[in-house]
C-alpha cells in the first residue's frame, strides 16, 4: 500500500504532540512493508528517506517561516498577523484552481492508495486538496489532531460556525475521520465534520518500553512537581501555580515556549526551562513525583501524561477534552478544571504516598498503557487505510 501523507511540519520540527503521532504513525506503516511519503514545510527544498519514510520538504516563501515560527525547536519568528491570516483562509475553505491544480498534480505524479492529512493543512488550501484527491478517486483521509476545524485562532469565536459549516461541506470528499480521542472525534461529528465511509477514534501511543518502577526508583524520586508543553494561559499555568502555594518543600518546574515564558521566570514562583529533546525530558520526569496537565482548554488527547506513566511517574490532569478518556476518568487522578484545591490535593496526596503506595499507584496507571502501545497504534492505522481500499 503506497500512502502520502501531507502535513505543515514533519519532526523534528515540532508544533506539538502531533508531529511525534504522524512520525510514529509513518514510520510503523514503513516497518510493515507499506511505502509511506511524506510532503511537509521546510526552510529549504529537500528530499531524504529516514526510517523508511520518504519526505519530501518543500520551502513556500511566507508559508514556511510561518510554520516554523510556530515551532518549539525552531529560531524562525515569522508568523502571520491576523490579517495575514484572514487573507489566507479563503483556500482552506473554497474552491480555488491555483490549490487545486498544484494537489492534483503532486497526487497524480505519486499515485498513491491512499491520501491522508496528518494536519489541518491551515492555509494550505485543505478543501482544494481533498477535492483533488476525491475526484482522481482516491480516498482521502484526515486526523482530528486539534480544533482547527472547529474554531479559527484569530477570529475570537466570531467566526467559528462559519468555519465549521464550511468545513463540514469540505468533509464530504472525505473516505474517513480519524481522531486521538472519543472527545475529539464525537466534537467533529456534532459539527457535521465526518468521513463519508467511516469515523475511527486512533488513542496516540509512546513509542517505547514503559519502565517497570522499583521501590529504590521511587526512593530516588525529588519533591519535584513537572509541568511540560506550552506556557500559555490556556494550559492551565496560573491555576498550577496557585495550587503549589502552601505546600511545604516541593518544587514546580516548568519546561516549555509560550507567550508566558518571561513573565514566569520574573515571577520566581517556579523554575522554568527551555524546551529539550525528548531524552533530556524523560530524565527530568523520572526525577518529579507527578508530572500535571492543567489545561483550561479542550486537549484533544494529552501525550505528556502517558510518557510520563510510560516513564514511571504518577500523571494528574484536568477534566478537559481527552484527558479523562487518558487516565481512565480516575477521579484520583483528575481535577476540575480550574480548580485549585482540587488540584492541590491530589499534589499532596502523591506527595504523601510511601514507596509501596507509590508503587502500587504507578503500577495501576500502567496497566492503562495496554491501549497506547505502540505496536497496537500502528495496526490501527494500518487498518485504517485498508479499510478504506475496500
Known sequence: MKILVFAELYYPDLLGGGEFSTKQMAEGLASKGHEVRVLCLGRENREERLNGVYIKQKRVRGLSEHFLSLAKNSPVKEGFSRFEKMGRKWGDLYESRRWYEIYRSVIQNVAPDAVHTAAPM????????????????????????????????????GLDKFNMRRNAKASSFLTALAAPSRFMLEAHMRAGIRGQVFNEVIYNAVDFEPAAPSEDLIKAKENLILYAGELSEKKGISTLIRAMEGLEGVRLMLIG???????????????????????????????????????????????????????????????????????????????????????????QRVLDLSPVEYMDEIQGQQRILSRFSDDKYTDNWERFFLRQLN
Open 122 to 157: 491551515s492555509y494550505l488550501g485543505r478543501f482544494n486538496l481533498w477535492k483533488a484527491a476525491y475526484d482522481l478517486n482516491i480516498p482521502v483521509s484526515h486526523v482530528c489532531r486539534g480544533p482547527n476545524l472547529l474554531k479559527l485562532d484569530f477570529s475570537g469565536g
Open 257 to 347: 515556549e509560550g507567550d508566558l515564558k518571561a513573565a514566569l521566570r520574573t515571577g520566581g514562583r517556579a523554575e522554568v526551562l527551555d524546551w529539550m529533546d525528548r531524552d533530556e525530558l524523560y530524565t527530568y520526569m523520572q526525577r518529579a513525583k507527578a508530572v500535571i496537565l492543567p489545561s483550561k482548554w479542550d486537549e484533544p488527547f494529552g501525550r505528556i501524561l502517558i510518557e510520563a506513566i510510560g516513564k514511571g511517574t504518577l500523571a494528574i490532569g484536568s477534566d478537559r477534552g481527552g484527558i479523562p478518556e487518558v487516565l481512565d476518568h480516575n477521579e484520583d487522578h483528575i481535577f476540575r478544571n480550574g480548580d485549585t484545591e482540587g488540584l492541590r490535593s491530589r499534589i
